[in-house]
């Protein structure tokens, strides 16, 4: 099954990166007024340099963006961090906007299997996300072993170690689906865009403006533009919220 195959089978609705970034800037615009002198980016994905290019937000609101999350795109820089982004934003704006764009990531390779990307001057795939597919490979083996898996607490991995507690909880659903790979990346979805609305919901009176909320799957894929796959375009303020996903899409 080529990239493509794969692409529309599991990802249906994704888009193309940087195309989604042009009618998400275009409809913030005009409709919520996020300009590029009012509005600060930040961004809780996967630090896995495949990302950095999926979308091209920075080529509108600037090189100073706020990195928000860690390993798996889960947004690891919680509320301390989130506080610390709110109040970062120009001084010279009577009200300034936020966007964050937030998600995991998932792979597909030449040959379109799910969770393999072709790095740029590699000679063999890799996995994509690696984090979240190590967690599966270890629980996989454990169980082969009859064996209980229980993630390793390690001060110098104390991610990787968070991530595998999380998920150590959906184990059962993600082996228990047809396409694992996918099942995993879904899971982690759920993880990142619960803890995002959690966080939101608890610092919105932090934030002196609108924030934009762009959440889903960063899809990489081989020598070709990476995908996006929407799950929540939303504006929220201290009162209330705008759903933006059902027009978008």
């Known amino acids: 099954m080529i990239m493509t195959e794969t692409l529309l089978k599991h990802f249906p609705k994704a888009i193309e990166g940087h195309k989604l970034t042009i009618e998400v800037v275009d409809t913030l615009m005009k409709t919520h007024q996020f300009t590029p002198k009012n509005t600060l980016f930040g961004f809780s994905t996967c630090p896995d340099e495949l990302n950095r290019d999926v979308t091209s937000f920075k080529s509108y609101y600037g090189e100073h963006q706020f990195p928000l999350g860690g390993l798996t795109g889960y947004p690891f820089r919680g509320k301390t961090g989130f506080a610390a982004f709110s109040h970062h934003a120009p001084n010279n704006q009577s009200e300034v906007n936020f966007v964050i764009l937030y998600g995991p990531h998932v792979g597909i390779s030449p040959k379109g299997e799910l969770g393999k990307v072709l790095r740029e001057n590699q000679f063999h795939e890799s996995t994509a996300c690696g984090a979240a597919i190590s967690f599966l490979n270890k629980y996989k083996e454990s169980m082969k072993n009859g064996k209980k898996y229980e993630p390793v607490e390690d001060a110098l991995d104390m ?7 999380m998920m150590l909880s959906h184990a059962y659903r993600i082996i228990s689906s047809q ?23 608890s610092l919105k009176h932090h934030f002196n403006g609108k924030i934009a909320l762009v959440g889903g799957i960063m899809i990489n894929t081989p020598h070709h533009n990476g995908y996006f796959d929407l799950r929540r375009f939303e504006v929220h303020n201290t009162h209330n919220e705008i759903d933006l996903l059902k027009k978008f899409l």
């Open 159 to 165: 991610e990787q170690y968070s991530v595998e507690k």
């Open 179 to 201: 396409n694992h790979i996918k099942e995993l990346v879904e899971v982690n979805y759920m993880l990142v865009d619960e803890a995002m609305m959690k966080i939101i919901e």
